[in-house]
């Protein structure tokens, strides 16, 4: 069993539940990891997904490495073939079946370029380890995925929500550098296997995501509108898709304010983390009491420990 | 209970007196912090203070989770109200209180940055995490303080010391690169709290600490003079906090030699290391038998395990 | 005991044999290790040592402490008397004697500079650490040796041999980039321990090893007449002994291709990895069903198991 994108999930109130459940003991399982070793492999930096994902092992018992690619200077080779006469020192298929002999599950981070849409959504470094690993496979955030942020998400939004069929809104918002599409991904995917939840995604007009991802989601180029009535208002920047990995658009009218927030139902705040404030969101909001996105980061330790959990049970 | 300052300790007497029993059965306690998760922070470079910090939470019995933020390329936003549109791409706030909830105790090393006086001393980065943090916090060297450096020079020079009231200089010496105060302004805090000892600062004239550290603390600007029956020499470069951050001394006849700890009562050398050798001190000296500053490196893992018990047993 | 050098090992047919032994129960001296700490120090980059060492320490139920110095920005001083008024910051004397006192065995890697032949061959960084060092030192790649690969090598070999006394081949290879001697040093070091092995080095002319590590071993410089019937081809570029440090040839002629392994005795395929494909070596051979090198790699564990099981039973 991997976790690469939500869609891994059977069934994912059952998810939930389970998460929920760890949330409220989360030592029980402590003899399931013994012996057990899980190797975080980081090709972009990390704080919450590192710190969460190591306390989850911790928490089952099991030991933890970590290796730093980038800060390492190691670089890897993913194309079949290649005659690797510069750059890259080893090709994913020796790396993957390498370290598939120290660690009993990979866990692995590695962002979009933003460079090359094809290459990107091809999932290079992620598709190739699952290709080459002998262990299973964890998604830390892929260039288009970060599944234990959506789980963590679903997560929150149950514990959060006050009514049978709440309002849930994906709003786009400015951001200065170009942000990979993969938050936003991940929700949507995890939108779509909700069964009582009405869902709408809100951005610029131009900023649509692959439409291989969101597929009939309902679309409002109008953020006032899509607002009204929200219980809750999931906000996230990301970089062009069609023009892709580029900044197109920092209007700040995007910028989610108190304002905007009356326009909803009480509806609380989400963020992934991290923020920037004033820019994603007023620190109004975000300092305000309808904001979840603390408890939501808390979260990430349980979504991290459910997905150990399974792969464990069935190694 | 947090650990900011040596200030932070009721009786230094009864920390040093807990410390050396700790030293004589550091694995008594392995229980206590069983579970329990210290995340170390590092915004600078560490070796002594990561590894024995390490080794005091293992002795504890604790788990141990590392985040890099230099190396990470992670960068944090202390300022209240900042419209993050440029640089730090998350706030203090957020970054604390979500780590609170991965940790029970966060460790947090943030060295001055010697080019903001006010904002150095302001303790930036410590005081974030106090304010925001959900969690104890212990200082591993910050902006202008070491205390658990501090604590360790306690517990060496009692372990060291041949009469009831010794006599104990601070002295500057030279080095090539501006470092900070923060080693010299926690001895001399330190030394505020011991009862028995007789304390004199020297250093060349203009290159004062803080006064509202060193108080009414004796300040002899001839190092020969404050040498005379000195029973501890703790010698220590900082850069000039009046022209704030900057070298505008490097005399060499400030460098610690053999002549001058002759004019000492047989006197012991302390520094906490790393130390630029023929510079701030000569190899005659350092590796004389009169040179503590390995057994001090030593008293650094028990400074930190009596630090950490402390918090633990408060939990 | 240390173990810096492949000639460390007195008996190689048993320590073949005990390292086969935790292979098959890796988890048997879980207790050994047990409030034991393993400081792992490197200077340069590490993916297979860092992970597979780590391993076999958490199998023997020991601590790990990792620091990486080159990420951490802080190099040693190793020249006696050196007046440090500028690069190094501390001297391998205080770090040597201070990591000892928070470790009980210390694991270094620090590769050939290539710069000064002189200086790397007289093993500046771990005969420092030997020197200084109050605990058992561990070779992970010094300048010189790789002694901890070379145990691998051996085990991997005592593993797939099929005859009594088979033909092994070290096989120098061309690479982009300037590599140290190391892997090759050690393997003929350890390939002259072996008592049933015939054994022949092929490099270009001009590529010698050094003479005082070779000795009496047999040179080829035709590599196809090397290859004839030998039953294991370990392959690894090195860069100039007498230029040292030097890439004097790029021949690509000396790639190790099908038609190459056609001529040995069905012999196996090995090499230490990372390992460029179609330069060094074809996709075909590496992937082909006589390629042992992942195999290889799996003994590291065991090799570094043996090494610290050897070391921890006589502290």
């Known amino acids: 069993m991997n976790y690469i994108s939500i869609q891994d999930i059977n069934s994912l109130s059952k998810w939930v539940k389970s ?13 399931l990891g013994k ?22 092992a911790i928490n089952l018992g099991m030991n933890v490495m970590v290796m730093n690619f980038t800060n390492e200077g ?14 890259a020192s080893e090709h994913i298929k020796e790396a993957a079946e390498v370290v598939s002999q120290y660690c009993d599950i990979i ?22 380890f699952l290709k080459y690993a002998t262990v299973p496979i964890v998604n830390m955030e892929s260039a288009v995925r970060h599944p234990m942020q959506s789980l963590a998400d679903a997560i929150t939004m149950e514990e959060y929500k006050t009514k049978h069929k ?40 131009g900023y649509e995501l692959s439409p291989e991802i969101t597929k009939d989601c309902k679309i409002e180029y109008d953020q006032n509108k899509a607002f009204e009535n929200a219980d809750f208002v999931y906000v996230k920047n990301w970089s062009n898709f069609k023009d892709y990995g580029k ?15 009356a326009l909803t139902n009480n509806g609380k705040f ?4 991290p923020v920037r404030r004033n820019v994603i969101v007023s620190d109004e909001v975000l300092d305000g009491e309808n904001s979840i996105v603390i408890q939501q980061a808390n979260n990430r330790t349980y979504s991290a420990q459910l997905v150990l959990q399974k792969i464990l049970k069935k190694l």
């Open 166 to 205: 709440p309002k849930v809104v994906l709003s786009w918002a400015p951001h200065p550098k170009a942000l990979p599409q993969a938050v936003a991904n991940s929700f949507v995917e995890m939108m779509q296997m909700q069964k009582d939840m009405d869902f709408v995604i809100t951005h610029p007009e």
């Open 247 to 261: 900044v197109t658009n920092t209007d700040p009218n995007w910028t989610v304010t108190a304002e905007k927030m």
């Open 107 to 128: 866990a692995i981070r590695a962002f979009a370029g933003l460079a090359d849409k094809e290459k990107d959504y091809a999932e290079t470094v992620i598709s190739g």
């Open 270 to 273: 989400m963020h992934c983390l």
């Open 74 to 87: 190691w670089t890897l080779e993913f194309e079949d073939g290649a005659i690797m006469d510069s750059g």
């Open 19 to 31: 998460a929920l459940k760890i949330k409220k003991n989360p030592l029980k399982n402590q003899e």
């Open 35 to 56: 012996n057990k070793t899980l190797g975080m492999l980081f090709f972009n930096p990390s704080l919450r997904t590192r710190l969460s994902t190591q306390k989850a």
